[in-house]
């Protein structure tokens, strides 16, 4: 979660917390490492680098969704 600084620790606590978001992160974790290996081929296929990129935003989204919930219910 580089991208998410300011929420690191939510996102510590919230995965040991929260099965959904374990996974989430996992699943970031996994789509990120291959995004970062495609853009590192110059034979890769520009339609799946576009692929991995909407997943990622996708993944990080949903990540921030259960942050921001999170925090909404402990106002």
């Known amino acids: 979660m ?7 620790g939510q996102l510590q606590i919230l ?7 374990l996974s989430l992160c996992d699943a970031f974790h996994d789509a990120s490492s291959t995004l970062d290996c ?4 110059p034979k890769a296929d ?4 576009r692929e991995y990129e909407a997943l990622c935003t996708e993944i990080e989204g ?3 969704e259960i942050c921001l919930a999170a925090q909404n219910r402990r106002r």
């Open 2 to 8: 580089l991208k998410l600084p300011a929420l690191r």
């Open 15 to 21: 995965s040991a917390q929260n099965a959904t978001m």
């Open 38 to 41: 495609l853009r590192k081929d």
């Open 46 to 49: 520009a339609a799946i680098i």
């Open 62 to 64: 949903e990540i921030i």
